[in-house]
């Protein structure tokens, strides 16, 4: 099955202790495109500006991403800048320019219309519902949102949310959704809101799946270099939803199984700045890594 998302294409300026990058390819559509396309096709709904170069055009091209859904627009292309202390875990946003997205109204192609796995990537709960909207019927609807939604547009969050099947955010996010500081509880009440699954992502410490049957837990790769985590939410996103996809199956067991996939294209996303590690990454890769993981968690039970 294909996917079909709705996000940021962007350009991200991002300093970490290990280095800086300006004006980078970037945006919560691009990084979920680029990471799902090496489990499936994926269809691209978003705008650029006038400004956005021919060379991440191509880039997306190669990767064999659908962009029949990204318009060019009168403008400049959506810009984000932030910055990571050592404590990688957290970006802390210096400036967001929505620029071309501030009025985008999306008109799917028509080839988009009948798809069955959707992803509403991080950008305007507004946006993400009329993508959602124009779909037929949605088998699979999972969706990301940030702090800067939640707390700009919360009302508008909560109304898409109801016709969300799938949420992944950080623990924070969820903190802050719920008004709840114990994440337990505030799980369970992200659970009112719409979404039956609820997957926190942790950084460094992993992964945590709530649903009604319990909790799964899922640990991060242990990687001895990170450079750049901008992205690790919308890459684990697009293993994720690449292997359901992939599947067609969204069964708690091939969703924890989704779950190792995420971690582990997030895992090679922040090797690199910006997206220059899914560049080079082959699946190969990416099958190797899922053998060592495996090994992370296995241990034997009690009589
Ligand atoms: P992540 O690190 O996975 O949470 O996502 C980082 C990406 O999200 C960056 O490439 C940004 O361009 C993009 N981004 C940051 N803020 C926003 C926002 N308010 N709306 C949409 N995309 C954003």
């Known amino acids: 099955m294909s996917i079909l998302v709705v996000g940021s294409v ?33 269809n691209l709904v978003a705008v650029v500006g006038e400004d956005f170069p021919q060379k991440h055009i ?4 190669e990767r064999n991403v659908d962009l029949r859904g990204l318009t060019t627009a009168p403008g400049k292309t959506f810009r984000w800048s932030g910055e990571y202390g050592y404590d990688l875990n957290e970006a802390k946003t210096l400036d967001t320019q929505l620029n071309v997205f501030a009025d985008f109204c999306p008109e799917l192609p028509e080839a988009y219309l009948d798809a069955e796995y959707v992803f509403l990537a991080n950008i305007d709960p507004e ?3 009329e993508v959602l909207k124009q779909v037929v019927r949605p088998k699979v609807v999972a969706c990301d949102t940030m702090n800067f939604w939640i707390e700009g547009k919360r009302d508008a969050l909560i109304n898409t949310l109801k016709y969300v099947d799938i949420l992944l955010i950080n623990d924070a996010e969820v903190r802050q959704l719920a008004n709840e500081a114990n994440m337990v509880k505030a799980a369970r009440k992200v659970l009112t809101m719409g979404p039956k699954t609820l997957v926190v992502k942790r950084g460094e410490y992993g992964a945590t799946m709530f649903t009604e049957h319990g909790i799964f837990v899922a640990p991060a790769y242990p990687l001895e270099s990170i450079y750049d985590p901008t992205g690790a939410g919308d890459t684990f996103a697009g293993g994720f939803m690449g292997y359901l996809a992939t599947v067609d199956d969204n069964s708690e067991a091939a969703m924890r199984q989704a779950i190792i996939f995420g971690s582990i294209m997030a895992s090679f ?11 080079t990454l082959s699946f190969s890769e990416v099958q190797e890594r899922f053998r060592k993981f495996q090994l992370l968690t296995e241990f034997n039970g009690i009589d």
């Open 10 to 42: 962007a350009f991200d300026s991002v300093e970490t202790p290990f280095g800086k990058a300006e004006e980078v390819l970037g945006g919560s559509g691009t990084y979920f495109s680029t990471s799902a396309s090496f489990f499936t096709d994926v």
């Open 58 to 61: 191509d880039f997306l091209c």
């Open 127 to 129: 946006l993400q519902l």
């Open 269 to 279: 996303n922040v090797e690199a700045f910006s997206l220059d590690r899914m560049r």
